[in-house]
Nanobody, 126 residues
């Protein structure tokens, strides 16, 4: 079992930055891949970024590449998403997720992830 709790969401103006964090507990955090997804109102949940079990590999959706950075601290059992140059279209609920079956995956499918946080709202005003 893995428990995930996100924090750091909020309201920010376009062009601004936010840092999301996700605290994990339960199964050994350093043994599996992690990801971030988001869901905007009226839209399906979409992949944002993924990171391998030791943080050496990362993978991003084209829509956030160059603006968002995913990182993890296995000593603190946390995964972070640094978001910069935010746009109104980044407005969504952001979820962290654990893919405990693998150490690394470039899959964009949320079906690959077996544990989810409750989400944190990010709103970008124009």
């Amino acid at each position: 079992q893995v428990q995930l709790v996100e924090s750091g969401g909020g309201l920010v103006q376009a062009g601004g930055s936010l840092r999301l964090s996700c605290a994990a507990s339960g199964r050994t955090f350093s043994s599996y891949a992690m990801g971030w997804f988001r869901q905007a109102p009226g839209k399906e949940r979409e992949f944002v970024a993924a990171i391998s079990w030791r943080g050496g590999w990362t993978y991003y959706a084209d829509s956030v590449k160059g603006r968002f950075t995913i990182s993890r601290d296995n000593a603190k059992n946390t995964v972070n998403l640094q978001m910069s140059s935010l746009k109104p279209e980044d407005t969504a609920i952001y979820y962290c997720a654990a893919n405990t079956d693998v150490r690394w995956s470039t899959s964009r499918s949320d079906n690959e992830y077996d544990y989810w946080g409750q989400g944190t709202q990010v709103t970008v005003s124009s």
